[in-house]
């Protein structure tokens, strides 16, 4: 069977506690509301819109389930979305003079934030290069190249398995990165990389995070308790919704329309701000989940 064929990405279902606040946040990296009358609803100039969605349940302790957790379990989940930048170290002195912390880095090459809810951004530079003397601010931030976003992290469990359905169910067919899994995954560090390839020059990556440590929670953000805060789904934009639904049904996959969530946990009151938009969800073998959309 055919793969539903991802064009780029559209956006992403972000879950927060406190929506003006995640508002004010992002503003400072580059995301303004699409409509100015609508709260929760964002855009940056690359044109990744981001769905900012209530959370009903407070992360324990402001820890970020898939990151944080004391005795050191890695759940799968969409754990950060990255954003390419002209400059890491520019970036970095503007986030900071924003009173953003820096949370993390990747030697010289990205440095990673938190958002009021402990979600992780990344901003980076892949090339090593750095455009000197540059003045970042929010608009320039804003100016994401690729569609607005360089990848999302998506932890899971069977690297191999994972590789093949997102090939195979979405065309995720080139592998930029791969390399020989060690036993223990905690010590997978670096991503298996995979991209779309259908030559239009929009390609998209995903990074398959290779660090899980612990299934039993099935999806970590939707539990019976309520929603946690986090990226709860990543959306791609497909030429003909018809045709993409009829190709994941050819590949055994189930698909959902927007009014049958519930069935992913995924309470359809917190998508009331997507409108009559065409589109379908679906879960990967860790039950992250994605929607397409026309």
Not at 92 to 98: K, M, N, Q
Not at 248 to 272: I, K, M, S
Request: net charge negative; hydrophobic share 40%.
């Amino acid at each position: 069977p055919m793969a539903a064929r991802v064009l780029r990405f559209a956006h992403l279902g972000v879950a927060v506690t406190n929506v003006p606040a995640a508002e004010a946040f992002y503003a400072k990296v580059g995301f303004r509301r699409l409509y100015p009358y609508r709260p929760g609803v964002l855009v940056n100039e690359g044109g990744l819109e981001l769905h900012l969605m209530e959370a009903t349940q407070p992360a324990p302790d402001n820890k970020n389930l898939l990151m944080d957790m004391a005795d050191g379990e890695k759940f799968p989940g969409i754990n950060h979305m990255s954003f390419g930048v002209r400059s890491v170290s520019s970036t970095r002195e503007y986030l900071e003079s924003e009173g953003i912390a820096i949370s993390g880095t990747r030697g010289a090459l990205s440095v990673f934030v938190r958002d009021p809810d402990m979600t992780v951004l990344e901003f980076e530079r892949n090339d090593g290069g750095n455009e000197e003397g540059l003045k970042v601010t929010a608009d320039v931030l804003s100016a994401v190249p690729r569609g607005g976003i360089d990848h999302v992290g998506i932890r899971v469990s069977n690297p191999d398995a994972a590789l093949e359905w997102y090939a195979k169910t979405l065309g995720f067919s080139q592998v930029v990165m791969k390399y020989e899994l060690n036993a223990d995954p905690l010590k997978n560090q670096p991503p298996w990389i995979v991209r779309t390839s259908h030559g239009k020059g929009e390609e998209c990556d995903i990074n398959l995070i290779l660090n899980c440590t612990n299934t039993s929670r099935g999806n970590a953000l939707l539990t019976k308790e309520g929603v946690f805060p986090g990226i709860l789904f990543a959306a791609f934009r497909v030429e003909d919704i018809a045709d993409a639904s009829t190709a994941l049904r050819a590949n055994g996959v189930e698909v959902v329309e927007n009014d049958g969530l519930g069935t992913f946990g995924l309470p359809p009151e917190l998508l009331q701000t997507l409108g009559d938009t065409k589109s379908v969800f679906l879960r990967d073998p860790d039950l992250n989940i994605i929607r397409l959309i026309e």
